[in-house]
C-alpha cells in the first residue's frame, strides 16, 4: 500500500525543472539484432511500453513519446503525446514528423492555451507544409524525395480525454475492461485510409468522379492510381504537386497524364474519446503488426502477460506469425538480414501505453490533499481511501514522506501530473 501511495503522491508533485520526458526510437533502449526495445518507461499517466523492428534497408519507422506540459509555456495543459511515423519511399519523411510536429503542435496549444482537435490539424498542416519546403529545396538536386512520404498516427492524453489523430493505415486500439464479463474488449480507436478498405475507394471516387483510374487493382492490391496503398499521408507531393510529378522523377512514379489536383490528403481523421473509468491501456502500432495480428490478439497478449516488455512480446508474436506464414522457423527469420527481411515482414513499430493515472481509476475514492503555505515539505490530513475493499491509508502529518519526495526533485504542486526524468 505504501508503494501504491508513493505512486499517487508522485503524480500529485511535479518536479522543480520542466521535468518533460522525451523516448523514441533514437533514444536509449536494449537491441537484439533488428530488434529495438524499450520494456518499460514512465509517462504522466502510468507506464508505457516500446519496440522497433527493422526490415527495410534503412529503418523508415519513427516513434516518439513525449510527457509533461504540453505547450511552449509554462501556462500550458499537461499530458502525454504518442506518435507513430511509418515512413515509406525512404526515411526522411518519417523523420521529419519526428523532429518538428510535436514542437508545431506546443506552439499551437501555447497560441490557443488549451488542448483542442484544432490544435491537433494545424499541427499536422504545418508539418506537412514544412516538409513541402524541404522537397521544393532539395527537388533539383535529389528529385526522388517527392515520392517519399510517412503515415502518421498521434495520440494525445490530456484532462482525462484522448484525441486520436491519423492519416495512413497506422492504428490504435483501446483495451476496455467489460465489468459484467471481466473480459478485455479490444476497441479501434483510429479511422485508417488504405484502399483495400471499400469504403476507402468509395471515397476516393466521390472525389474524383472524372477518373475511373483513381484506383487500380494491381497484383492483386488495390492502390491509388497504381501506385500506393493508402489514401492519406503527411508527404508524397509527387500525388500531389503537379510541379512533382515530371522528370527527374523516377518514371515509375510519374503519371501518364497530368495531376490536376491532388489524389493524396494530409489531412488527419481526428476523434475524441473521453475515458472511461474501464479504460486500461492503448496500443499505437504501424501496419506491420496487424498484418499478423487482430486488434482482439494484440489485446489479450497484453492483457494476460506481465506489462514489462508488452511492446517487444507484441513485436515477436507478430515475427512468430509471419515465420509460420512463409512455413519456417522465428529461429531463422532472425538470422535473416535488413533489405532481405523486407520480403518477410514489413518494419514494425509498437507502443503500449498504461493508463494507470485514468480518472477512473481514483472514481470512488476520497482525497483531502492540503498543502500548508510555504512549507515546502510538510504534508498535512493526507487521506485516501480506495473502494472495492482496498485498506485505508491515514498521514496525518507525513513529514518523512514529504521529505523524501523532495530529495527525489519533487516540489509540492496543484493536483497536476509530471513524470520526473529518467
Same mark, same amino acid.
Given at each position: 500500500m505504501l508503494t501504491?501511495?508513493?505512486?499517487? =503522491?508522485?503524480?500529485?508533485?511535479?518536479?522543480?525543472?520542466?521535468?518533460?520526458?522525451?523516448?523514441? &526510437?533514437?533514444?536509449?533502449?536494449?537491441?537484439?539484432?533488428? =530488434?529495438?526495445?524499450?520494456? *518499460?518507461?514512465? #509517462?504522466?499517466?502510468?507506464?508505457?511500453?516500446?519496440?522497433?523492428? /527493422?526490415?527495410?534497408?534503412?529503418?523508415? $519507422?519513427?516513434?516518439?513519446?513525449?510527457?509533461?506540459?504540453?505547450? !511552449?509555456? $509554462?501556462?500550458?495543459?499537461?499530458? !502525454?503525446?504518442?506518435?507513430?511515423?511509418?515512413?515509406?519511399?525512404?526515411?526522411?519523411t518519417a523523420r521529419y514528423i519526428n523532429q518538428y510536429l510535436f514542437q508545431h503542435f506546443k506552439r499551437f496549444t501555447h497560441e490557443q492555451q488549451s488542448m483542442s482537435v484544432d490544435v491537433i490539424r494545424k499541427a499536422f498542416q504545418a508539418t506537412e507544409e514544412g516538409f513541402l519546403s524541404v522537397v521544393t529545396r532539395q527537388w533539383p538536386m535529389a528529385p526522388q524525395i517527392a515520392a517519399v512520404g510517412s503515415c502518421c498516427l498521434v495520440g494525445v492524453i490530456c484532462n482525462g480525454t484522448l484525441y486520436i489523430a491519423n492519416v495512413g493505415d497506422s492504428r490504435a486500439v483501446l483495451g476496455r475492461l467489460v465489468k459484467s464479463t471481466r473480459e478485455v474488449l479490444a476497441i479501434q480507436l483510429s479511422a485508417e485510409h488504405n484502399v483495400a478498405i471499400e469504403s476507402v475507394r468509395q471515397e476516393l471516387h466521390s472525389l474524383h468522379p472524372d477518373d475511373p483510374q483513381i484506383v487500380v487493382l494491381k497484383h492483386n492490391v488495390w492502390r491509388v492510381k497504381g501506385l500506393i496503398q493508402i489514401s492519406r499521408s503527411?508527404? $508524397?507531393?509527387?500525388?500531389?504537386?503537379?510541379?512533382?510529378?515530371?522528370? +527527374?522523377?523516377?518514371?515509375?512514379?510519374?503519371?501518364? @497524364?497530368?495531376?490536376?489536383? +491532388?489524389?493524396?490528403?494530409? @489531412?488527419?481523421?481526428?476523434?475524441?474519446?473521453?475515458?472511461?473509468?474501464?479504460?486500461?491501456?492503448?496500443?499505437?502500432?504501424?501496419?506491420?503488426?496487424?498484418?499478423?495480428?487482430?486488434?482482439?490478439?494484440?489485446?489479450?497478449?497484453? /492483457?494476460?502477460?506481465?506489462?514489462?516488455?508488452?511492446?517487444?512480446?507484441?513485436?515477436?508474436?507478430?515475427? /512468430?506469425?509471419?515465420?509460420?506464414?512463409? @512455413?519456417?522457423?522465428?529461429?531463422?527469420?532472425?538470422?535473416?538480414?535488413?533489405?532481405?527481411?523486407? #520480403?518477410? #515482414?514489413? $518494419?514494425? *513499430?509498437?507502443?503500449?501505453?498504461?493508463?494507470?493515472?485514468?480518472?477512473? !481509476?481514483?472514481?470512488? &475514492?476520497?482525497?483531502?490533499?492540503?498543502?500548508? +503555505?510555504?512549507?515546502?515539505? =510538510?504534508?498535512?490530513?493526507? @487521506? =485516501?481511501i480506495k473502494d472495492e475493499g482496498m485498506a485505508t491509508v491515514q498521514a496525518e502529518s507525513d513529514s518523512q514522506l514529504a521529505a523524501k519526495m523532495v530529495n527525489e526533485g519533487y516540489s509540492p504542486t496543484a493536483l497536476t501530473s509530471n513524470p520526473a526524468s529518467e
Open positions: 501504491r501511495l508513493m505512486n499517487y =503522491l508522485r503524480a500529485c508533485f511535479r518536479p522543480r525543472s520542466d521535468g518533460h520526458v522525451h523516448v523514441g &526510437s533514437d533514444s536509449c533502449g536494449k537491441q537484439e539484432g533488428l =530488434l529495438w526495445y524499450k520494456d *518499460t518507461g514512465q #509517462h504522466s499517466n502510468g507506464e508505457f511500453s516500446m519496440a522497433v523492428v /527493422q526490415a527495410n534497408n534503412l529503418l523508415e $519507422d519513427h516513434s516518439q513519446i513525449e510527457s509533461g506540459r504540453l505547450s !511552449t509555456n $509554462d501556462l500550458g495543459p499537461f499530458g !502525454t503525446f504518442v506518435g507513430v511515423y511509418d515512413g515509406h519511399g525512404g526515411p526522411e503527411i508527404g $508524397d507531393f509527387y500525388l500531389k504537386k503537379a510541379e512533382f510529378n515530371r522528370e +527527374p522523377l523516377y518514371a515509375k512514379f510519374r503519371l501518364r @497524364e497530368p495531376l490536376r489536383r +491532388p489524389v493524396l490528403s494530409s @489531412e488527419p481523421a481526428i476523434s475524441v474519446h473521453p475515458l472511461q473509468p474501464h479504460d486500461l491501456f492503448i496500443i499505437f502500432a504501424s501496419d506491420g503488426l496487424w498484418e499478423h495480428l487482430s486488434n482482439q490478439e494484440a489485446v489479450n497478449l497484453v /492483457q494476460n502477460h506481465p506489462r514489462n516488455g508488452s511492446a517487444k512480446r507484441l513485436v515477436k508474436v507478430a515475427l /512468430q506469425e509471419a515465420a509460420k506464414k512463409r @512455413e519456417m522457423r522465428y529461429s531463422d527469420l532472425k538470422k535473416i538480414d535488413r533489405g532481405v527481411r523486407r #520480403h518477410f #515482414h514489413d $518494419d514494425i *513499430t509498437v507502443v503500449v501505453v498504461f493508463l494507470d493515472s485514468n480518472l477512473g !481509476t481514483m472514481r470512488n &475514492s476520497r482525497i483531502a490533499l492540503a498543502l500548508k +503555505p510555504n512549507c515546502g515539505a =510538510l504534508l498535512k490530513g493526507l @487521506e =485516501l
